[in-house]
């Protein structure tokens, strides 16, 4: 088993900046890629960024390209979201994510239920 433990949400005002932090335990070595995602009330969860856990190869969702920077620390089993000028339409719970097996950070986009799933921490950006 893994957990994901993510933290550094907050408030900020739009165009500020904020880091989101996911620590992973447990059985780290099963982790192929790690990913964000976030649901902002009523609406359905969204994509935001993924990264492979070996080659740091990177994806991300439209609404975030350019603005938001995901990145990892392997000694420190840490996946991280830099998040730049923020806007209003960003606020949402934003999770963590982690999955096993082969093509992990190309199927991170697509999965509905990742094989690990962080509690959420919340991101409120107002204008």
């Known amino acids: 088993q893994v957990q994901l433990v993510e933290s550094g949400g907050g408030s900020v005002q739009a165009g500020e900046s904020l880091r989101v932090s996911c620590t992973a335990s447990?059985?780290?070595?099963?982790?192929?890629?790690m990913g964000w995602f976030r649901q902002a009330p009523g609406k359905e969860r969204e994509f935001v960024a993924a990264?492979?856990?070996?080659?740091?190869?990177?994806y991300y969702g439209d609404s975030v390209k350019g603005r938001f920077t995901i990145s990892r620390d392997n000694a420190r089993n840490t996946a991280s979201l830099q998040m730049n000028s923020l806007k209003p339409e960003d606020t949402a719970i934003y999770y963590c994510?982690?999955?096993?097996?082969?093509?992990?950070?190309?199927?991170?986009?697509?999965?509905?239920?990742?094989?690990?799933w962080g509690q959420g921490t919340q991101v409120t950006v107002s204008s």
């Open positions: 994510a982690a999955l096993r097996g082969a093509w992990a950070v190309q199927r991170m986009r697509f999965v509905t239920n990742p094989d690990y």
């Open positions: 990264i492979s856990w070996s080659g740091g190869s990177t």
């Open positions: 447990g059985r780290t070595s099963e982790i192929s890629a």
